[in-house]
């Protein structure tokens, strides 16, 4: 009997030390993913070139000019110019976040504007969990908002 209790402790201890922690609940990682594209946000807001880059994944895609722009070289390429003057000339703000289950990828929305606070596009991103904690964006695009009057 002091064998197998002895081998039933072995074991629950194997177990407990093999076991993953569970993913934070999804109320959690929506928070994180939410902070994370609002800390990308504010990297723009602030003018901080390498710290907005520092969000982007060695392999993203940011469509919505003429071509895809592919890899983190290319976007920091194309956007470095969106840095240059020392206001910002957009900013955007989350208001969808969503994660899979798993807590790998996750999908943000929301509004752009203009410096002026004038709506000109909607974004939507989605963000990869490459490293404990750290949020990465891979995909991003958009679609400027039709400033068209309604045919009466």
């Not at 969106?82 to 957009?90: I, S």
């Not at 963000?127 to 009057?149: H, M, T, Y």
């Amino acid at each position: 009997m002091k064998i197998f209790s002895i081998c039933a402790a072995m074991v629950l201890a194997l177990t407990a030390a093999c076991a993953t922690a569970p993913p934070p609940a999804s109320a959690q990682l929506q928070q994180q993913v939410g902070d994370t594209e609002r800390a990308f946000a504010a990297a723009m807001k602030a003018r901080d070139f390498e710290a907005f880059v520092s969000f982007i994944s060695d392999e993203a895609i940011f469509s919505g000019g003429e071509q895809p722009l592919r890899g983190k070289d290319a976007i920091a390429n194309v956007w470095k110019r969106f840095f240059v003057k020392p206001e910002a000339p957009f900013f955007w703000t989350p208001d969808r976040v969503e994660v899979l289950a798993s807590g790998t990828l996750a999908s943000t929305a929301g509004p752009v504007y203009d410096a002026s606070g004038k709506l000109i596009a909607h974004f939507s991103s989605i963000w990869r969990l490459e490293a404990p904690g750290k949020w990465r964006i891979v995909f991003d695009g958009g679609n400027e908002v039709c400033d068209c009057q309604k045919p009466q």
